[in-house]
């Protein structure tokens, strides 16, 4: 049986539509969908794909990353 990893990610609406999904943990995903559901299945797939490429390079898998989201506020 194949190890389950779980990693956050932080899903982005775009302002022409769609999404798209970082994932702090591996910086290297940067994906998107159309929908929510499209976005994070192509995240999945992603994160799958790296994961299997570290394991190649005989790399272990990077810890979850816990990110919190601030407000900056800026006068312009």
Same mark, same amino acid.
């Given at each position: ?23 702090? !943990?591996?910086? +290297?995903?940067v994906? @998107? ?7 994070? #299945?192509?995240? /999945?797939?992603?994160?799958? !794909?790296?994961? +299997?490429?570290?394991? @190649?390079?005989?790399?272990?898998p990077?810890?979850? #990353?816990?990110? /919190? ?8």
């Amino acid at each position: 049986m194949a190890a389950s990893y779980s990693y956050s990610v932080i899903l982005e609406p775009q302002e022409g539509g769609g999404f798209t999904v970082l994932v702090p !943990a591996l910086p +290297e995903v940067v994906t @998107e969908g159309d929908t929510e559901q499209e976005a994070l #299945a192509n995240a /999945e797939e992603a994160i799958r !794909a790296i994961l +299997e490429y570290r394991r @190649e390079q005989g790399m272990a898998p990077p810890s979850d #990353a816990h990110p /919190e989201i601030r407000h900056v506020t800026v006068a312009a």
